[in-house]
């Protein structure tokens, strides 16, 4: 290091600048790439602990109706033996349940392909008693007919009754509208 020469004597030197500390930059775009993939990071983590907090959740309800739903069968069951009139009662309903499992869809193909010239407009069974009430329209006496005793030989129904029929006019037609019974072979 050099000093400054002196010009008058007795004069105090001027103070040497040492500055051992490097200036700081502005951070460069390394820096905010780094910034902005760290916060990407972040969020992403962040996210993914919300949906295994929700995904816990709903295992913990599931766990818990699973459990409720065990110790409700243990009780029954439990009642179920010392109680001659909740057994009855509870194989009724099984027996109720099995008939609303049933296939429903063969049956109304079978009424739905019997009839050319009927349309349906309603089915109501009553597994009770075995019967099915059909209620549509025919395009005239002879086509209802037709559709009565096409049940002759199904399989699923039989017996056919017609209970009531009325003429009608629709859109410049006249139809026939009718309720028919059928014995219900699969109740």
């Known amino acids: 290091m050099k000093l400054p020469s002196m010009g008058r004597p007795g004069a105090r030197p001027p103070t040497p600048e040492l500055d051992f500390v490097q200036r700081r930059h502005a951070p460069g775009w390394l820096g905010w790439l780094l910034l902005a993939v ?22 913990r309800d599931d766990n818990r109706r ?9 009780v029954l069951a439990r009642r179920e ?30 009424l739905e392909a019997r009839g050319k ?45 017609i209970e009531v029929f009325e003429l009608k006019e629709r859109d410049g037609l006249q139809v026939v509208a009718f309720s028919l019974r059928l014995q219900w072979r699969g109740a």
């Open 38 to 59: 760290g916060a990407v990071a972040a969020f992403a983590s962040f996210d993914r602990w919300q949906t295994t907090e929700d995904e816990v959740a709903a295992l």
């Open 81 to 110: 033996q010392d109680d001659p009139a909740l057994r009855a009662r509870i194989d009724v309903a099984r027996k109720l349940s099995l008939q609303r499992a049933r296939e429903w869809q063969p049956l109304f193909a079978e």
């Open 66 to 74: 699973a459990a409720r739903k065990a110790e409700q069968a243990r």
């Open 117 to 161: 010239d009927v349309a349906l407009l309603s089915v109501e069974p009553d597994a009770a008693r075995g019967v099915l009430r059909v209620t549509g329209e025919a395009r005239d006496l002879n086509a209802l007919f037709a559709y009565t005793e096409s049940f002759a030989d199904a399989q699923a129904v039989g017996a056919p009754r």
